[in-house]
């Protein structure tokens, strides 16, 4: 792996800007998460989603990645229609919501202000990263959601950026018998300016079914 890895801390504050960024939206938030956010699902899966950061009213407030805002409506009902989920929708920790030899993580674990990481803060959070990429079997795919998450994973496992080129749909071997599949975010803004449709992003998970199956 390219970064030192250390495991999933909830009260990691390594970030000076994010850290004071959560204490003041707990100010105006109390009812919030506003802590890093952890990795839901399978604790043994083949299908790791790599996503950017959480939300300011989803993943913040929830404490669950993708959960509460308009971004997890495609992804988890995506994942439920091609047997990731069990149920179509995440709504709170507290629901009955399970993944199915997959799981969800973010490029960044805690909310960004104006949803942007700095590209120091994806670095610093990296480590991470590098832990989670070492659960994932021989065999697995990476799903990395946007141009970020894509170079978050490539960071993670030492590898330059040249070494693979974001798209849509493109795909890339990594070390130790993984692949990279691409994704553009399921973002309100594209999937409302349709840079991603639903069936591209179905699509995408027909793909990432094949992988794993073959």
């Known amino acids: 792996m390219g970064e030192s890895h250390a495991e999933f801390d909830p009260h990691c504050r ?3 800007r994010l850290a004071g960024f959560l204490d003041e939206v707990r100010e105006r938030n109390p ?33 669950r990645p993708f959960t509460g805002d308009h971004a997890g409506i495609l992804l988890y009902r995506t994942l439920h229609a091609h047997g990731f989920a069990s149920l179509p929708a995440s709504v709170s920790v507290d629901d009955k919501q399970r993944l199915i ?9 805690c909310l960004p202000p104006a949803n942007k990481p700095l590209p120091a803060e994806v670095r610093q959070c990296n480590r991470y990263l590098a ?14 959601l946007g141009a970020i998450a894509h170079g978050a994973v490539l960071r993670a496992l030492g590898l330059k950026p040249a070494r693979a080129r974001f798209a849509h749909g493109a795909e890339h ?3 130790h018998q993984l692949l990279l599949l691409d994704s553009y975010h399921c973002s309100r803004y594209n999937t409302q300016t349709r840079r991603l449709t639903t069936p591209m992003f179905d699509r995408i998970f027909v793909r990432a079914r094949h992988l794993l199956a073959g």
């Open 14 to 16: 390594r970030c000076g």
């Open 31 to 63: 009812g919030y998460h506003c802590r890093p956010v952890a990795p839901f699902g399978s604790a043994v899966h083949r299908l790791l989603i790599v996503g950017l950061a959480p939300g300011m009213h989803g993943a913040n407030r929830t404490g």
């Open 101 to 109: 030899d997959s799981r969800i993580t973010n490029a960044v674990k």
């Open 131 to 144: 832990a989670e990429l070492l659960a994932v079997p021989p065999g697995g795919v990476i799903l990395a």
């Open 173 to 175: 071997e990594l070390p």
